[in-house]
Nanobody, 119 residues
Framework: VQLQASGGGLVQAGGSLRLSCVAS???????????WGWYRQAPGNQRELVAT???????TYVDSVKGRFTISVNNSKKTVYLQMSSLKPEDTGVYYC???????????WGQGTQVTVSS
């Protein structure tokens, strides 16, 4: 399975982006059984969790993005989305998605997608 993230770019503060992450090669039953998360890594920082969605639809966000980001899943497309609005310069980083189960990541990390927010 390859995790193919896209939708990043350069945007001014206050702008919006919609990220997509396709689990290419995933079996549908496995995809839908997973819990999913979006993560980001800013330059010089460790990768951090941004948002999660469980296989039964429970959603959590890190405090810094609550009210601005929305995570969702389209099972038929085997795709995870992250709608980001009211973007801030501190949202800048490479964004990745991955599935997790039993406290471990399920897949190898993909290339991610770069988000740059200018002030």
């Amino acid at each position: 399975v390859q995790l193919q993230a896209s939708g990043g770019g350069l945007v001014q503060a206050g702008g919006s982006l919609r990220l997509s992450c396709v689990a290419s090669g995933a079996i549908w039953s496995t995809f839908t059984a997973n819990d999913w998360g979006w993560y980001r890594q800013a330059p010089g920082n460790q990768r951090e969790l941004v948002a999660t969605i469980t296989n039964n639809g429970r959603i959590t966000y890190v405090d810094s993005v609550k009210g601005r980001f929305t995570i969702s899943v389209n099972n038929s497309k085997k795709t995870v989305y992250l709608q980001m609005s009211s973007l801030k310069p501190e949202d800048t980083g490479v964004y990745y998605c991955n599935a997790y189960r039993g406290g471990s990541f399920v897949y190898d990390w993909g290339q991610g997608t770069q988000v740059t927010v200018s002030s």
